[in-house]
């Protein structure tokens, strides 16, 4: 456990500065800004956002620190998530048949919903169940607390600073109490894990007793959900996408997210339906993701899996979400079985991404995180080498990177 005097040192290099209320020049520097300091910046945003004086007063000013949090925050996972680790870990059996048992529960409202905001049931089961596993665990951290300890320091203060004055906004607009207000170490709170700000904009009374709240009414949450959707542009009447067959000959090279071709355009590549039924010709566009490597399955993925996208910035957390909403709805399993990838450390990781960046085949900086510049600075490697250029870092791939030498002038195949 972090002491507050300890605390205080890691306060020490925040950079924020304190501008008063009545618009004082008065300005203290990161390493001078203390708890209490914090506080008090804290206090003036908020009430010039409209947040009254007793909540300011009453409610922000008695708020202490959870130095526990900042170990949340830093803290890095020893090893590379897998696609198949995180994917086996989130659609399960259990959340399959728990999200079929609430769609019989929730019947009627689910398709008044699909009906108001055009997204299907199934998906919005989905995003429950990955969120909170259908409301069975919504967090213990309280809320303010939580945004408060973030707002006051350095790595993402001015992020979690405007989360907290939305969440004492919230407080007042739903007559809320502090301790009612409770979730995830980073704020997120509720059924379906809404920040603060997507609380106060896209949540709704589903169950219509004139209230919105996301913790006890699973109907709020569902509507909110679906609002929520509709807002970041969700499409009814299309699916996120479907997992595909590649021809033996396919060129791994047109796989990424920056690549969308039109269905007509895979269909030309061989590209088929797992039951081997052609995709068909029209020009609605579709991006190819082969997250586990050219051995697991790959997928085509829709306008609608760009919203999901924007609900979590994550491809691993698209294709659960999208493959979850399909086995709710009946569909089959993955056609392929998810394959034994190596499990390479952090630092594994980044040495590798740094010898591709010697190497001449860029891919940012080397931060240990699979994304798409990585992918693609490795397809471009592994076509230079002669291997299967699926963008995944197998082991022949990571093996060939670290053994190759590293000269003066190397040839850049991205140009």
């Not at 001015?158 to 809320?176: D, G, I, M, P, T």
């Not at 999208?322 to 709805?329: E, F, M, N, Q, T």
Request: hydrophobic share 40%; with cysteine; net charge neutral.
């Amino acid at each position: 456990m972090v002491s507050f005097s300890s605390y205080k040192i890691i306060l020490s290099a925040v950079s924020l500065s304190l501008v008063s209320f009545f618009g004082s020049a008065q300005e203290v520097t990161p390493e001078q800004e203390t708890f209490p300091q914090c506080i008090d910046r804290l206090q003036q945003r908020a009430l010039a956002a409209g947040v009254s004086a007793a909540t300011a007063n009453n409610v922000l000013a008695k708020i202490e620190l959870m130095p526990k949090l900042l170990e949340y925050d830093r803290n890095q996972p020893e090893f590379v998530q897998t696609f198949t680790g995180y994917f086996s870990k989130r659609v399960t059996n259990w959340r399959i048949d728990k999200g079929r048992e609430k769609f019989a529960e929730h019947r009627a409202f689910l398709a008044k919903l699909t009906q108001e905001y055009g997204v299907p049931a199934h998906y919005l089961l989905a995003f429950w169940g990955l969120e909170t596993n259908f409301g069975n665990y919504k967090g213990k951290i309280p809320t303010l607390r939580a945004l408060t300890t973030l707002a006051c320091d350095q790595r993402r203060s001015r992020y979690f600073s405007s989360e907290l004055v939305q969440a004492l906004l919230l407080l007042e607009r739903e007559n809320l109490q502090p301790e009612q207000m409770i979730g995830s170490w980073a704020g997120a709170m509720g059924h379906t894990q809404f920040m603060p700000t997507a609380y106060l904009k896209y949540a709704r009374d589903g169950d219509g007793d004139g209230k919105i709240d996301l913790w006890n009414s699973e109907q709020d949450a569902l509507a909110s959900a679906a609002n929520f959707l509709k807002n970041l542009g969700w499409q009814a009447g299309y699916r996120w996408g479907r997992e595909v067959q590649l021809p033996e000959s396919f060129d791994y090279q047109l796989a990424g997210k920056s690549h969308p071709k039109s269905l007509s355009f895979w269909n030309k590549q061989q590209v088929t339906q797992v039951s081997g039924q052609s995709l068909g010709n029209s020009d609605i566009k579709s991006a190819l993701l082969i997250p586990a490597g050219y051995t697991g399955s790959a997928f085509l993925v829709y306008s609608n899996f760009d919203v999901i996208l924007r609900w979590n910035n994550s491809e691993y957390y698209g294709i659960a979400v999208g493959h979850l909403a399909d086995r709710i709805a009946g569909k089959d399993d993955l056609s392929k079985p998810l394959p034994d990838l190596p499990k390479y450390t952090i630092l594994e990781m980044q040495a590798f991404q740094e010898k591709l960046n010697q190497l001449g085949f860029e891919v940012g900086e080397a931060d240990g995180i699979l994304g798409p510049a990585t992918r693609k600075g490795v397809r471009d490697f592994q076509m230079s080498v002669g291997l299967i250029a699926d963008g995944y870092p197998s082991k022949n791939t990571v093996e060939a990177a670290m053994n190759k030498p590293t000269t003066v002038n190397q040839v850049d195949v991205t140009s």
